[in-house]
DNA sequence: ATTTGGGACAATTTCGAAATTTAGTTGACC
DNA sequence: GGTCAACTAAATTTCGAAATTGTCCCAAAT
């Protein structure tokens, strides 16, 4: 009897919620059953079930009769994820640093040595971030979020980071401006949370999570990305 | 040939969402395939895709190999969604009173009459609510926050509407202590958000929302509905 | 030259049964 | 008398084809 504790819908949804959120299948493109059931070796219903779940997280568009897709990217959807993410996730981590005990501290250490201690941009290819980092990252911001107690609370600010994942494909790693330094950016951020100081640490969430955008936005490729 | 728009899918979604909204599938109630395809007049694949689609809601709960089950309620998940609501929805009050045009203000002042001329209890039931009530004051409070701009803030806070509307068959539509004029607390938040005064109308939105679940857990009847 | 209609093709949507798994019950054995 | 195993029954999960709908191309008419 093999052990299979998963049912081959969750399989399905987390292999095509990771493709999405990893960008190998990039926004605006269409996902078409016959590919997809071959690809990932299942009947119809099982991706039908898995893209509505997606859908209704937002990361697949649906239309009637016509199919599925990557939710496309465009700047002003960007702006305004943007202005939630630094709301929302502000309040978020308020809440954690009044509410979070010293294991989260911990957590918070560890997540940022780790992240700290992976490449930044992909070996084969230096003008792209390092899966291995990305996934670091996601796992440090997740954690800063982890000292709040409400699960509610922890879930949508979680939601909007995911959103934000569809963006990150785009987001170059090198600053060319020249005047970026993100490891310092986190390890001020980690500063502020240990110090127990939520003016700070919340400006300079904010600071982060506003300065990838605005160099995303400026350097156009929004813009080019849409208009798939 | 039958004008059918909208694929049968999006009718069994949007009737089971309906009926748990409304609370004709109580919380804890077990949504077998059989009884709801011979209600609906569809096929298991309909039914799971609406199911899969009302877990990512929130709003159904899946437990692999075992079934779906409309999401239980209890005393620690509704303080912790009270918080969630106050603290969010004060923000997108926020925004709406710094965004919102005068189109904005009639459609604040047009779903409040609606709501003040429609019956509080039903007329069956003396004590339950009335669902023409309830469907009012829904879109009472989502017109409230419509002048926020952020479409990302929007949703975020109308889920958590949604949420809440689990706990709302339990609700009781009279206060038995007396000391409560739910009318009166819809009008002030009303004239503080025409006179454009942020804090004022977010404090009251919170007593609002706060006033709410505290009856409720006192009541004591939210405990004794989740030990199904 | 543009538009309108028909028709073949491809894709989505829906169905109903087969395959798996779980829950409940009966029986045998310690 | 209690525990464990196997069997039965009911439910979920999965499949693959049929039905429906949208898309594209081409021909005919304005």
Same mark, same amino acid.
């Given at each position: ?8 819908? !969750? *399989? /399905? ?32 219903? *099982?991706?039908?079930?898995? &893209?509505?779940? &997606? ?7 649906? %239309? ?33 640093? %009044?509410?979070?005990? *010293? ?41 800063? &979020? ?41 390890? &001020? ?11 700070? /640490? ?20 929004? !813009?080019? %990305?849409?208009?798939?």
């Amino acid at each position: 009897m093999a052990i299979q504790a998963k049912t081959r819908n !969750e *399989v /399905a949804f987390a292999r095509l919620r990771g493709d999405i959120l990893s960008g190998r299948l990039i926004p605006g493109q269409k996902l078409a059953f016959a590919e997809l059931c071959e690809s990932y070796g299942v009947s119809v219903g *099982v991706i039908r079930e898995a &893209l509505s779940r &997606l859908v209704e997280q937002g990361l697949v568009h649906s %239309a009637p009769q016509q199919g599925f897709f990557v939710t496309t990217i465009s700047g002003p959807d960007l702006v305004y994820l943007t202005q939630a993410r630094c709301e929302i996730e502000s309040l978020v981590l308020a809440h954690a640093i %009044a509410e979070g005990n *010293v294991e989260w501290e911990s957590l918070v250490l560890a997540s940022h040595h780790r992240l700290v201690n992976a490449p930044l941009v992909s070996p084969e290819d230096p003008e792209r971030l390092s899966e291995e980092w990305v996934e670091r990252h996601s796992d440090f911001h997740q954690t800063l &979020l982890l000292g709040c107690e409400n699960p509610r609370l922890r879930g949508i600010a979680g939601q909007l980071r995911d959103s934000a994942e569809l963006y990150r494909r785009w987001s170059v790693p090198f600053d060319h401006e020249g005047d970026r330094d993100i490891a310092g950016e986190h390890a &001020l951020i980690v500063e502020a949370v240990l110090k127990r100081d939520t003016a700070l /640490a919340t400006q300079r969430l904010v600071e982060h999570i506003s300065k990838t955008t605005s160099l995303l936005l400026e350097s156009g490729v929004v !813009e080019g %990305a849409e208009k798939r």
